[in-house]
């Protein structure tokens, strides 16, 4: 658990509890999105072991396309993990980046459109893009990719932009992302 926990991003850290902002539900990526990282560790983890059946050269050569291939797909998994896209009673913000942390944010009154975008595999493994466009137009949180349950989520951020405030869908810890 520590381990995990040190790699949360806390994006509690960023509600303005002092403007009277609360969390009502943060959102981690769907598990879709870590299938093609995880099967190239697999991958590299193969190539790995392979190297040993080998001499000289080619050794060398698996052994490190083998640590490239399995240590790239580690970080992107860890990207992923990272990513976490949070609806509040004031706002929608993202925060994502492994060693440095980027966040962007849109005031909920300032949010024109809400698009959301399931492809065929969303449909069935229950995943879907937002798309928010503001009065800004270039803005850091436009496109958010890889939402589990897009139409319950939807639905929680136009009830928030009504005014119809939901308790708190699911915190962090219980929200597991599958």
């Not at 999105?33 to 072991?49: D, K, L, Q, Y």
């Not at 065929?120 to 493994?125: A, E, K, M, Y």
């Not at 897009?150 to 119809?164: K, P």
Request: aromatic content about 10%; hydrophobic content about 50%; charged content about 20%.
């Amino acid at each position: 658990m520590g381990l995990i926990n040190w790699l949360d991003p806390h994006v509690d850290r960023y509600i303005l509890t002092t403007a009277d902002e609360h969390k009502v539900v943060e959102v981690h990526k769907h598990w879709a999105v870590m299938v093609w990282p995880a099967v190239r560790v697999a991958a590299g983890v193969v190539i790995f072991v392979s190297a040993f059946a080998f001499q000289g050269s080619i050794y060398w050569i698996l052994v490190f396309l083998g640590l490239v291939l399995g240590m790239q797909a580690l970080w992107r998994i860890l990207e992923e993990y990272r990513d976490r896209f949070v609806i509040t009673n004031q706002r929608v913000f993202r925060v994502h980046g492994v060693l440095a942390t980027a966040r962007a944010s849109v005031p909920l009154l300032r949010i024109l459109d809400i698009t959301v975008n399931k492809p065929v595999i969303g449909r069935w493994l229950n995943y879907g893009h937002f798309v928010f466009e503001s009065a800004a137009q270039v803005q850091g949180l436009n496109k958010i990719t890889f939402v589990k349950d897009i139409d319950q989520r939807e639905d929680v951020v136009r009830m928030v932009m009504s005014g119809d405030m939901p308790q708190q869908i699911s915190a962090s810890a219980e929200d597991d992302g599958t």
